[in-house]
């Protein structure tokens, strides 16, 4: 089947020029551990931790309120501030305003009982990036424990980059499967985008004029063809992963945790790096990250959630199409992939 084409080996080695060499290769060593949020279970008494234990309302009022001495918008219950799962407040930046009324928006609105965790996206988003850069920029006390709760950012790079030898969109179907459709419409698809990032990242190599081996060389992304490549793994070549890893580096927090969100999702690095690169407002990053490689705004590179969410799951949209849905499992997962990207868009916004 399609999805066994996707197991993969890890690789056997990162340049040495890397300057965290160290981190990259222990990182790859623990890579059979849970993806994405590793948060377990805190005592900390904060209103999250509170809320994921009782599962019941608490509150009266939410809302968000501009700090003066901070500079930042504290989203609180009843006028006090909340706070993350690791008892950090949680006030966004001043470019985060919208993120910070709509994360109110979500503690006003929630029901009264059995009030379940997922009800809460933008709220554990802004809460993992907040926690994460806390730990990442200051010496906080409990450091390593902090961690082993919520992971760090640079773990979250090496993880989020494994998805790119596995993703989704760079595993084409046989001509047989769904009488030929399905690898049409993949060709149709993922080729251009295929086309877009080896340019993106090509770009990207060449601007940091290190990366690369020699100046005309370019950035190929590895694709698994099950026509021609049977069941074998695919893999990116370490120069793809080193320039992939490089880019990383220049991705904010809030950014790197919605694309984090968008990859388990879709299961597709692609998928997630498109969803940034649709989503953000700040316009220096945009020409600085995400849209490097055109030269105008007419130009930027755009896909929108339902794009992102037909080029995740395709294969699925086929099965479906040929055999139905499945009542309280299809529809389901259709809701929590809309859920799950657009809060992510939000976020990184």
């Not at 985008?193 to 004029?209: H, M, P, S």
């Not at 995400?290 to 959630?305: A, C, D, G, I, R």
Request: aromatic share 8%; proline share 4%.
């Amino acid at each position: 089947m399609l999805k066994l084409a996707t197991q993969r080996a890890l690789p056997r080695l990162i340049i040495p020029s890397r300057r965290y060499l160290s981190v990259s290769i222990r990182s790859w060593n623990r890579l059979d551990r849970p993806l994405g949020d590793r948060t377990i279970e805190s005592n900390i008494p904060t209103e999250t931790n509170k809320l994921s234990k009782s599962l019941t309302k608490f509150w009266k009022n939410a809302d968000a309120k501009y700090n003066t001495d901070t500079k930042k918008f504290d989203v609180q219950l009843d006028g006090k501030t909340l706070r993350t799962p690791l008892g950090f407040p949680l006030s966004l930046p001043e470019s985060k305003k919208q993120l910070a009324e709509l994360i109110a928006h979500e503690w006003a609105n929630l029901p009264d009982l059995k009030i379940k965790t997922n009800s809460l996206p933008l709220t554990s988003l802004a809460s993992r990036a907040i926690d994460l850069t806390h730990i990442h920029d200051q010496e906080v006390a409990d450091r390593e424990e902090m961690i082993a709760k919520v992971g760090n950012i640079e773990d979250i790079k090496i993880n989020v980059l494994r998805y790119l030898d596995t993703d989704t969109c760079l595993i084409f179907a046989t001509h047989k499967e769904y009488s030929g459709k399905l690898r049409k419409k993949q060709d149709e698809l993922y080729l251009p985008l295929i086309q877009e990032y080896n340019d993106f990242f090509t770009t990207y190599a060449r601007n940091k004029g290190h990366l690369l081996a020699h100046p005309t060389d370019e950035v190929k992304l590895q694709h698994l063809d099950c026509e021609t490549d049977g069941l074998r793994g695919n893999r990116q070549t370490i120069t793809t992963q080193n320039v992939v890893l490089d880019w990383l580096d220049n991705v904010p927090v809030f950014d790197l945790i919605a694309l984090e969100r968008a990859i388990l999702t879709t299961k597709s690095f692609l998928c997630g790096v498109s969803l940034l690169r649709s989503n953000i407002s700040d316009e220096e990053i945009m020409k600085s990250v995400y849209q490097l490689n055109k030269n105008s705004p007419e130009e930027y590179y755009h896909k929108t959630v339902e794009e992102i969410v037909e080029l995740g799951n395709l294969e699925t949209i086929f099965q479906t199409e040929e055999w139905g849905e499945v009542e309280d499992t299809h529809d389901v997962d259709k809701v929590d992939w809309l859920r799950n990207l657009a809060s992510a868009a939000l976020v990184c916004h």
